[in-house]
T-cell receptor
Framework: DGGITQSPKYLFRKEGQNVTLSCEQN?????MYWYRQDPGQGLRLIYY???????QKGDIAEGYSVSREKKESFPLTVTSAQKNPTAFYLC?????????????FGPGTRLTVL | EDKVVQSPLSLVVHEGDTVTLNCSYE??????LLWYKQEKKAPTFLFML????IEKKSGRLSSILDKKELFSILNITATQTGDSAVYLC???????????FGTGTSLTVIP
C-alpha cells in the first residue's frame, strides 16, 4: 500500500538531547514537508523539500534540521537548541503535477520533552 | 503577509444540525484552497477548490469558493457525532510550494 509512515508514534526525550523523527513515503512524491502542531494552533511549517538534496526553511526552522538524501526519506532532527520542542509533528508529501495540490499526511509523532 | 483565517474557532452543535465553517484568506498568487478533517491524528483530505462558484459535494459535506471575496465555506448537513473534529483550511500558491494553514475550527457534535 502506498503512503507515508512516521516513526516513532510517541517519543520521550530529556532536555538537552537531540532526537530524530523519521518520515518515509512510497508515493513517489517529489515534495515533502514537516509541520509542528501545538494545542489550539494550526500547522506551522518547519522545513520543506521540493527535490532530493535541497530543502528550505519554513516559518519556525530554528532549533530543527533536516536532510533529503533520498526521495523517499525526509528525517527531522529536533536539536537541543529548540526551546519548546514538546508538540505533535506531522510529515506530509505532495506530487508535483498540475492540478495536484493535495498533501498526504503521515500519522504523526508526538514528542514530549521531560 | 499571507494569512488564512478560520471562523468560528470552535463550535458545539447537536446531532442533526447543519453547520457552516468559514475560511477567509489573503494570499498573493492564490492557486487553490483545500479543506481537511483532523481527528486526533493526521489530517485527511476533504476538498480542493480552484474555481469560484462551483460547489463540491461529498455526502453530507459540501464546499464552495468565492475568489472575488476571498473566502470559502464548508457545510455539513445532518451532523453526526463522527463529524466531531478540527477542520483545517489551507491555501496554496502559484509560486513556491508552500501550504498556508488556518488555525482550524474545532467542531463538537453532541448526541
Amino acid at each position: 500500500d502506498g503512503g507515508i509512515t512516521q516513526s516513532p508514534k510517541y517519543l520521550f526525550r530529556k532536555e538537552g538531547q537531540n532526537v530524530t523523527l523519521s518520515c518515509e513515503q512510497n508515493l513517489n512524491h517529489d515534495a515533502m514537508y514537516w509541520y509542528r502542531q501545538d494545542p489550539g494552533q494550526g500547522l506551522r511549517l518547519i522545513y520543506y523539500s521540493q527535490i532530493v538534496n535541497d530543502f528550505q526553511k519554513g516559518d519556525i526552522a530554528e532549533g530543527y534540521s533536516v536532510s533529503r538524501e533520498k526521495k523517499e526519506s525526509f528525517p527531522l532532527t529536533v536539536t537541543s537548541a529548540q526551546k519548546n520542542p514538546t508538540a505533535f509533528y506531522l510529515c506530509a508529501s505532495t506530487a508535483e503535477r498540475e492540478g495536484t495540490d493535495t498533501q498526504y499526511f503521515g500519522p504523526g509523532t508526538r514528542l514530549t520533552v521531560l | 503577509e499571507d494569512k488564512v483565517v478560520q471562523s468560528p474557532l470552535s463550535l458545539v452543535v447537536h446531532e442533526g444540525d447543519t453547520v457552516t465553517l468559514n475560511c477567509s484568506y489573503e494570499v498573493t498568487n492564490f492557486r487553490s484552497l483545500l479543506w481537511y478533517k483532523q481527528e486526533k491524528k493526521a489530517p485527511t483530505f476533504l476538498f480542493m477548490l480552484t474555481s469560484s462558484g462551483i460547489e463540491k459535494k461529498s455526502g453530507r459535506l459540501s464546499s464552495i469558493l468565492d475568489k472575488k471575496e476571498l473566502f470559502s465555506i464548508l457545510n455539513i448537513t445532518a451532523t453526526q457525532t463522527g463529524d466531531s473534529a478540527v477542520y483545517l483550511c489551507v491555501t496554496t500558491l502559484n509560486t513556491g510550494n508552500q501550504f498556508y494553514f488556518g488555525t482550524g475550527t474545532s467542531l463538537t457534535v453532541i448526541p
